[in-house]
């Protein structure tokens, strides 16, 4: 299976706190991205990291990349009880017309 | 104002019906999308249409057979519905340009199906 992996699969953590969640992935890629999906909704893009790029930020979200050993994380930094959701990485190839979506982390945060 | 929209959003139905998910995006991009998201909350890519023409059908049963009459449409239809067939099923858009990197999707909100 293409499909890249996510860990951990679930993460329970105090409002205030850091969450980090890793993805690994298995193919070349150009761009790595981070969707989040709350309870019964769509995925929602966050951020977009591309394979050249090591690290990129947007507000609370940092997200690193190596491409040398396929893996990316997404640090969420001062977490909210509204960042409670499942986190999914995906990576894209150009030309392919396919993201390959990890299996996602379930993130709780407690207020 | 919605990007991706998807009807209906809920879907039940008995096992051997057939039934379709219409999807509409308003964002003037090229590519959409139909993805399977099962119980565990794996997404799975199951096709995939580029201006109108099929790219990617990832070994999906030819019970279902994707439709886009015009860049802005893709439904979904599914013929002889199994039980295995729940799931909730995810609509996406976005534009494919060559030598683009940056190309999110955007997300329907999805169809959540129940075969009985």
């Known amino acids: 299976s293409q499909q890249g992996e996510e860990d951990p699969q679930a993460l329970s953590i105090q409002e205030g706190e850091n969450a980090t969640m890793n993805c690994s992935y298995k193919?070349?890629?150009?761009?790595l991205q981070w969707y989040r999906q709350n309870s019964g909704r769509g995925l929602v893009h966050l951020i977009l990291?591309?394979?050249?790029?090591r690290e990129k930020h947007s507000g609370r979200l940092r997200v690193t990349l190596d491409t040398s050993k396929k893996s990316s994380s997404l640090l969420i930094t001062a977490s909210r009880a509204a960042d409670t959701a499942s986190y999914f990485c995906?990576?894209?190839?150009?030309?392919?017309?396919?993201?390959?979506f990890g299996t996602g982390t379930r993130l709780k945060v407690l207020a | 104002d919605t990007a991706v929209s998807q009807t209906p959003k809920y879907l039940v139905t008995q096992m051997g019906n057939d039934k379709s998910i219409k999807c509409e995006q308003n964002?003037?991009?090229?590519?959409m999308y139909w993805y399977k998201q099962d119980s565990k909350k794996f997404l799975k890519i199951m096709f995939s249409?580029?201006?109108?023409?099929?790219?990617i059908n990832e070994t999906v049963p030819n019970r279902f057979s994707p439709k886009s009459p015009d860049k802005a449409h893709l439904n979904l239809h599914i013929n002889s519905l199994e039980l295995g067939d729940s799931a909730v099923y995810f609509c996406a858009s976005s534009q494919e340009v060559a030598g683009l990197e940056d190309n999110e999707q955007f997300f329907g909100p999805g169809t959540r199906l129940t075969v009985l």
């Open positions: 990291i591309r394979s050249n790029e």
């Open positions: 249409y580029n201006n109108k023409e099929l790219i």
């Open positions: 964002l003037g991009h090229d590519t």
């Open positions: 995906a990576t894209f190839f150009s030309g392919t017309y396919k993201y390959i």
């Open positions: 193919t070349s890629i150009n761009n």
